[in-house]
């Protein structure tokens, strides 16, 4: 039996991956407490990100997306297009750790606002309060 170590880590990644997904979605929708909802959303797009970094991934041989010829062949495009890994998932996740940030710190800020009403942050305890 022939493994290819390659595709078994890229196998056990990816269901790792799924796994850190779900657990986070439990910690999100099941939790009452809103800090470790706040730490499971913040996990959840931590592991989203890593999901799109590993789309545009390539097998080996890969190259980062930087061509370094200034006057290239087309040879060299080619080649470069073949083994180039994919820099718009790249693009993508930088934005989106940015965003994930700025969203994180509002949400941060509200769980305060809300123990600084209400005196607790679990949330079936708000939901009672709410009036």
Not at 21 to 38: C, D, M, T
Not at 65 to 81: A, C, G, H, K, M
Request: no cysteine.
């Amino acid at each position: 039996m022939n493994i290819n170590i390659d595709e078994f880590l890229a196998n056990i990644s990816l269901i790792s991956l799924i796994a850190i997904i779900g657990i986070s979605l439990y910690g999100i929708f099941a939790r009452p407490n809103i800090i470790k909802k706040i730490i499971a959303l913040t996990i959840f797009t931590d592991a989203a990100n890593l999901l799109a970094i590993l789309v545009g991934f390539r097998r080996p041989p890969s190259i980062p997306p930087v061509l370094l010829n200034l006057q290239p062949s087309p040879e060299d495009i080619r080649y470069f297009t073949q083994v180039a890994v994919d820099p718009l998932p790249q693009a993508l996740v930088l934005t989106a750790i940015v965003i994930g940030m700025a969203v994180n710190l509002l949400i941060i800020f509200i769980a305060l606002q809300v123990y600084r009403l209400y005196g607790t942050l679990d949330v079936r305890k708000v939901r009672r309060l709410r009036g």
